[in-house]
């Protein structure tokens, strides 16, 4: 079974905090993603990863960074935590790029909480 | 622009009463589209990809059919556990990134 791992499931932080997420897989994908999903909203594309320290902008990279300095980690940076960074992230993984492999395997969600 | 457009965004059904979740889509080349079910507070938990017009995949009480315009995902006696938020979410040609839909919000009334 695909695992994708968050480190935690609630966080709660003050306004300009500097705040990191984590997410681990254990399955050797190759792709890493980070979403956040508001109400109304839907899910949008932060970052993602296609291989270990590369990187791509998704929809919403403004007041977020990414590090991964290792395949099976992925993480999600807030600089300067703002109230409008209050949100639901999600991290995926997928094997690779060609199908049937595209699939992407969610973690369980951090829900964030920006005072 | 890529779109995904699901209808209805919530549906309430009697316990045995099927129906199906449509999820219509615009896009110039399309190399995947997904179904995932998410039940509150937790990720998506990956259900069907369909690659083709015309293909079918099932699971239980749940099959996903594809067109060139939309997908449906077809509930047949569904019972009060299949209640979750239901979203689609298409890849296009030549991209790593999905494009989700709202999501329809099923419930299943015993």
């Known amino acids: 079974d695909v695992k994708v791992t968050q480190s935690s499931r609630y966080l709660v932080k003050r306004t300009g905090e500097k705040v990191f997420l984590e997410c681990v897989q254990d399955m050797d994908h190759e792709n890493m993603f980070w979403y956040r999903q508001d109400p109304g909203l839907g899910l949008r594309l932060i970052y993602f990863?296609?291989?270990?320290?590369?990187?791509e902008k998704g929809d919403i990279p403004e007041g977020y960074s990414v590090s991964r300095e290792k395949k099976e980690r992925f993480s999600l940076i807030l600089e300067s935590a703002s109230t409008n960074q209050t949100s639901m992230y999600l991290c995926?993984?997928?094997?690779?790029?060609?199908?049937?492999?595209?699939?992407?395997?969610f973690g369980p969600g951090t829900r964030l909480l920006v005072l | 622009e890529d779109q995904v457009t699901q209808s209805p965004e919530a549906l309430r059904l009697q316990e045995g009463e099927s129906s199906s979740l449509n999820c219509s889509y615009t896009?110039?080349?399309?190399?995947?589209l997904f179904w995932y079910r998410q039940d509150p507070g937790k990720g998506p938990e990956f259900l069907f990809t369909l690659y083709s017009a015309g293909e079918e995949k099932e699971k239980e009480r749940l099959k996903a059919t594809l067109t060139k315009k939309e997908s449906f995902l077809h509930i047949t006696a569904p019972k009060p556990e299949d209640s979750a938020t239901y979203l689609c979410?298409?890849?296009?040609?030549?991209?790593?990134?999905?494009?989700f839909g709202k999501g329809t919000k099923l419930s299943v009334i015993p």
């Open positions: 995926a993984s997928s094997p690779g790029t060609s199908p049937p492999s595209e699939t992407q395997y």
């Open positions: 990863s296609y291989d270990v320290k590369m990187k």
């Open positions: 896009v110039s080349g399309l190399r995947g």
């Open positions: 979410a298409l890849l296009p040609a030549g991209s790593y990134q999905l494009t």
